[in-house]
């Protein structure tokens, strides 16, 4: 999971050819933190400090599929956006 600090449109968010998001693209400092993945069966936290404005919490793992298929889980939908006040 990345925490991502971007004023713009959810779904403009710079992607590479696999449907990740491009976080070398992203505005400098736009990159707040990140989880790395880790095996389903586990639990991970981590702690943000977060200034006021808006964010989104993306997953930008990139799997290969058993048919072949690249399966991107940002453009399968895993972001939300939240605000800090």
Same mark, same amino acid.
């Given at each position: 999971m990345v925490i991502v600090r971007y004023d713009g449109d959810i779904t403009e968010l710079p992607t590479d050819?696999?449907?990740?998001?491009?976080?070398?693209?992203?505005?400098?400092?736009?990159? +707040?933190?990140?989880i790395e993945g880790f095996a389903e069966d586990r639990t991970c936290t981590g702690t943000f400090?977060?200034?006021p404005g808006d964010y989104f919490l993306l997953c930008n793992i990139v799997e290969d599929e058993e048919d072949g298929e690249?399966?991107?889980?940002?453009?399968?939908?895993? +972001?939300?956006a939240f605000t800090v006040v």
């Open positions: 050819a696999d449907g990740a998001v491009d976080e070398d693209q992203l505005p400098e400092g736009a990159v +707040i933190g990140e400090e977060l200034e690249t399966e991107a889980h940002y453009a399968e939908g895993m +972001i939300t």
